[in-house]
């Protein structure tokens, strides 16, 4: 019996990953492919599209070299990261590395754009928040701060994009991710004018546009051969790595949302009408012609662990490095017996600045409410219930009053017991884990079978999804939050009136050193 198989790729942050799935949605090979994030200036966050572009080979042909030989692959679907942008002159040489969302330097556009008329008409028509991270400030930026680029510059691209040029010599986007750009139109699926003209670029700058089921055909025999494909294998255009993370967690429909929480965290749920915020704290991305992603993406998720490790309960981590245990499940152990709301301790967690539902690139982290008895223990526990209630405030504003029943959940979090139920007593709904780890991947799958046919929707695919576990929500914690969540709010809003003045101190601060 040949097996059948579809092959995700999912181009993220750090690594390339491909995934081979069968028909009933299980993993049947895997392969990863890392990269450097490259940061030699402030602000700075690049990546060498050469080496991805290599890594996804390596990574096809890792897949594939692992399946039996006789197996049918049936395509090859994309998932990637949103908002980077590469430069490409005329000859479609790139002439930049790629800037990725990660990267900050686009600061100053974003802000002068943001609190005018023209940024909120740019948000409704691209359901993409004024931030620095989009493609839309950061063309802005090298237009004032590198004239001379933007001048040679021919063709404004993402990686994906670029990759499907060096598969198959064609510029093409998908719509959904180019929704993450600024500049696309999500009601009218194409490139938006208005917004081109504030940035003196023609849509022939830009790939051409298609749904995320477009399929490309033609590869190279040179190329297929060497990932070891059949000629006439289909590439699927597949879509943007967080809402393809909801097709694959099986987050359909409004009543489910999904949460992330690796480094950085996310909360978002499928539409059937693009959705904005009016303070503009929300994204909505396209998923297709029929679906939308809303949500919310914070900086701010796990990846704090690291720094409270180092400065908070250092014996702890020691002792637990030496033992050669796990730092993180010794920490989360050592304030397991705290009492919800850390006896009367608040933490912000904005120790990135944060996206939503900020939007603010200057926000930083506070204890609030310390007091003579409070100990290590308890800042260690108001740093994790800062996260969650962080990501609950993001929550409020992507869904309406009890429109949930249920949250289907991933990311690193998902490891500890702890951070588990905290979360779900913050959020106050039930987390569901799925089996499956690359869900992105698997969404990139998804659309791939809805474009061969296999699924007439992409609903059809909830079925096949294996759920893991259930954590659910322990009233009396959750009670507790609900206490403290409006002073969560109230303190942050009167402290973000001086986010500025602290900024401005660290400035003044670090010149007088030098």
């Known amino acids: 019996e040949k ?20 028909d009933e949605a299980q993993e049947a090979a895997s392969a990863y492919f890392r990269y450097p994030l490259i940061q030699e200036t402030q602000g700075m966050a690049e990546q060498d599209q050469e080496l991805i572009f290599q890594g996804v080979c390596t990574v096809i042909k890792e897949v594939i070299k692992q399946l039996p030989s006789d197996t049918i692959i049936q395509f090859v679907s994309f998932s990637s990261a949103m908002h980077g942008l590469i430069l490409l002159d005329e000859e479609k040489t790139p002439l930049s590395r790629m800037i990725t969302w990660a990267d900050n330097r686009a600061a100053d556009e974003a802000e002068k754009l943001k609190y005018t008329v023209l940024g909120k008409e740019f948000y409704r028509q691209t359901g993409t928040p004024i931030h620095p991270m989009t493609p839309l400030n950061k063309i802005k930026w090298l237009q004032n701060s590198q004239p001379e680029l933007f001048k040679k510059t021919a063709y404004f691209v993402g990686i ?50 298609f749904p995320s089921t477009y399929q490309v055909t033609g590869l190279p025999s040179k190329t297929a051969a060497e990932l070891g494909l059949p000629n ?12 393809l993370s909801n097709l694959g967690l099986g987050a359909f429909g409004d009543t489910i949302a999904a949460l992330t929480v690796g480094t950085s965290g996310a909360l978002r749920f499928i539409t059937t009408q693009p959705q904005f915020h009016p303070e503009m704290e929300t994204f909505c991305y396209v998923l297709d012609q029929k679906h939308w992603v809303v949500g919310g993406a914070t900086s701010n998720g796990a990846g704090i662990f690291d720094w409270a490790g180092h400065t908070f309960l250092q014996e702890v ?7 050669g245990e796990n730092p993180y499940d010794a920490l989360l152990s050592a304030i397991a017996f705290v009492p919800a709301g850390a006896n009367g301790l608040i933490f912000h967690p904005y120790l990135l600045g944060e996206r939503a539902p900020l939007w603010d690139a200057d ?68 987390l569901v884990f799925p089996t499956v780890t690359e869900a992105s991947a698997l969404g ?32 009396t914690d959750h009670k507790k939050y609900q206490k403290i969540y409006p002073l969560f709010v109230s303190t942050q809003k009167h402290l973000a009136q001086t986010y500025q003045q602290f900024a401005q101190l660290r400035e003044e601060l670090a010149d007088s050193e030098k």
């Open 444 to 475: 990139a799958v998804i659309l791939g079978w809805r474009s061969i046919g296999k699924i007439q929707s992409i609903s059809e695919a909830q079925e096949l999804i294996e759920l893991k576990e259930q954590v659910g929500v322990q009233e």
């Open 317 to 323: 981590v020691q002792s637990a490095k030496e033992k």
């Open 232 to 243: 006439d294998i289909s590439f699927v255009l597949g879509g943007a790595d967080g809402p």
């Open 363 to 430: 926000a930083f982290g506070s204890f609030i409410g310390l007091q003579r008895q409070h100990t290590e223990k308890e800042m260690m526990k108001a740093i994790l219930e800062g996260i969650c209630l962080n990501l609950y405030r993001i929550l409020k504003g992507v869904c309406q009053e009890n429109q949930l029943t249920e949250i289907r959940a991933t990311g690193g979090f998902a490891q500890s017991p702890i951070f588990r139920q905290m979360m779900a007593d913050v959020l106050g709904y039930p």
């Open 160 to 209: 994906k994009d670029y990759i499907f040029y060096r598969l198959f010599g064609e510029l093409i986007s998908d719509y959904g991710t180019a929704s993450g750009t600024g500049y696309f139109d999500i009601h009218e699926f194409q490139w938006a004018e208005e917004v081109l003209d504030y940035l003196n670029i023609r849509i022939e700058q830009l790939p051409q546009v």
């Open 3 to 22: 097996m059948n198989v579809s092959i995700g790729l999912d181009i993220g942050t750090t690594q390339t990953k491909a995934v081979a799935f069968t």
